[in-house]
């Protein structure tokens, strides 16, 4: 199957975010939750749904991210895939065709991008309507539709800690209603990472596709 790769931008919530009276309560507390952490680390198993083969994929993967906007997504098997969005650009990075592409930093800043929903970086009540459907194993359910639909983003459900306010569980569909599902099996928050870890320096053998000028598209949406 085609490996969706999307998964562009950062953890952040920069702003406070006001006027969160019309959302639904958990979804006012998933804002405050981003909107105060300083960094996370986390394990996650991803599955990618083919709507037109029926074809599924699974892989699993670590994600750090640290604000402003720094964030490292690594996944292993059966497609090892490395994005990195460091101070100065992105990289994405496939080790199996050993091939590393550059992008813009502005790719990071997209307020409708799979990364700013998959790490609960949007302003749910400016670029979404959400609605909330009740409880699934002790997490509420959102279902959110970007005012602006883009063609890698047209509808998105996440579940949420009513707690903790942090997303445990995802799923995005694109256009074509291809899925892409992330489950959160470990979540740290506000903890200590190094700078070196949104770092990269292509290896020896790598090839270095640089689309970083303003006319270049991705190769593919990030993180799918």
């Known amino acids: 199957m085609t490996s969706f790769r999307l998964f562009l931008l950062g953890l952040c919530l ?8 019309k959302m639904p309560p958990v979804a006012a507390k998933l804002q405050t939750t981003y909107s105060d952490l300083t960094a ?3 394990t996650f198993s991803q599955t990618l749904r083919h709507k037109e083969s ?13 604000k402003p906007l720094l964030m490292r997504w690594e996944t ?20 199996d065709e050993e091939i590393a ?20 970086q949007s302003r749910l009540e400016e670029d979404f309507d959400v609605a909330e459907e009740g ?11 970007p005012k602006e639909p883009v063609q890698s983003l047209v509808e998105a459900v996440f579940w949420v800690d009513p707690l903790s306010g942090l997303i445990r569980r995802l799923r995005i569909y694109d256009f074509y209603g291809n899925e892409n599902e992330v489950l959160f099996t470990r979540q740290e928050t506000d ?17 270095v596709e640089d689309r970083s000028n303003a006319d270049s598209v991705m190769q593919k949406p990030l993180l799918q």
């Open 135 to 145: 409880r699934e194993d002790g997490l509420i359910t959102l279902r959110l539709y």
């Open 76 to 95: 292993g098997e059966p497609s090892p895939e490395l994005l990195i969005v460091t101070s100065d650009e992105i990289w994405n990075v496939f080790p």
């Open 101 to 120: 592409y550059k992008y813009s930093l502005d790719l990071a800043r997209d307020a409708r991008s799979v990364i700013r929903v998959i790490t609960g």
């Open 40 to 42: 996370m680390r986390a």
């Open 14 to 21: 920069l702003l406070p975010t006001p006027a969160m009276g």
């Open 191 to 207: 903890v200590r990472l190094s700078r070196d870890a949104f770092l990269y320096t292509p290896a020896r053998g790598i090839v």
């Open 54 to 66: 029926g074809a599924q994929e699974s892989r699993t993967g670590t994600l750090l991210f640290q």
